[in-house]
């Protein structure tokens, strides 16, 4: 009787065993799954250029971006925080907040022409710029940093020193970086809104092809 019972006693046990595996490995399998189907977040933080100034609201180039992802079948959401005239001061205290709430996967940096606007010194411009970067990447999130050009009229040294800037930062922090938002946009008037400042609908499409190849590595596309 004693054997029998000890036999029944191992057969329980190696049971539980089994069992407890096979639990185990569901809920891995469960928790792959559902960290594979969560749909990445991507924050846009910016200014008027992708605030949709002046153009009907979902013409923008971040809506744009929303179906050109579903387009590619990526699972993503994107999150305009972008205010117009908004500065890199302003986008730094902002940020801290946006991260919390969103817990972003991507972050997009698209600041710093309103500071040129109002004559604010580069270094204190680099330094805001600077900061968004080291909190987005506290919060485990990407970054792309969005490279802006001024007018030649602010001078030859500011404005070379202004564009040569992003490029540092972007150097530095080993961060993908698109050269010029406005490339094939500033020269042609055609494509600007009446005040000849910002983008029109037409050229949302254009300013959505000068950062798509520099975000795609970032949603996981080659």
């Given at each position: 009787m004693q054997g029998i019972r000890a036999r029944k006693s191992t057969t329980?046990?190696?049971l539980w065993r089994t069992g407890a595996r096979l639990l185990a490995g569901v809920a891995l399998a469960l928790a792959a799954t559902s960290a594979y189907s969560a749909p990445k977040t991507l924050l846009v933080l910016g200014d008027s250029l992708s605030a949709e100034y002046g153009l009907e609201r979902g013409r923008g180039w971040t809506q744009l971006l929303q179906q050109r992802l579903k387009e590619n079948k990526v699972d993503?959401?994107?999150m305009n925080s972008?205010?117009?005239g908004d500065t890199t001061i302003g986008g730094k205290n902002r940020l801290p907040a946006l991260l919390e709430k969103n817990k972003p996967d991507v972050v997009v940096i698209e600041l710093g022409s309103n500071d040129a606007l109002?004559?604010?010194?580069l270094k204190t411009t680099q330094d805001n710029l600077q900061a968004m970067i080291d909190a987005a990447r506290r919060n485990k999130a990407k970054v792309l940093l969005v490279g802006m050009q001024i007018p030649p009229n602010y001078g030859p040294d500011y404005t070379r020193r202004f564009s040569d800037m992003f490029q540092a930062l972007a150097k530095q922090n080993k961060a993908p970086l698109v050269p010029f938002f406005m490339d094939g946009i500033a020269a042609n008037m055609e494509l600007f809104q009446?005040?000849?400042i910002h983008p029109n609908?037409?050229?949302?499409?254009?300013?959505l092809d000068?950062?798509?190849?520099?975000?795609?590595?970032?949603?996981?596309?080659?």
């Open positions: 329980v046990a190696a993503a959401v994107v972008s205010i117009s109002r004559g604010l010194q009446a005040d000849r609908e037409q050229a949302q499409p254009m300013l000068n950062v798509w190849p520099h975000l795609k590595p970032l949603v996981g596309l080659k």
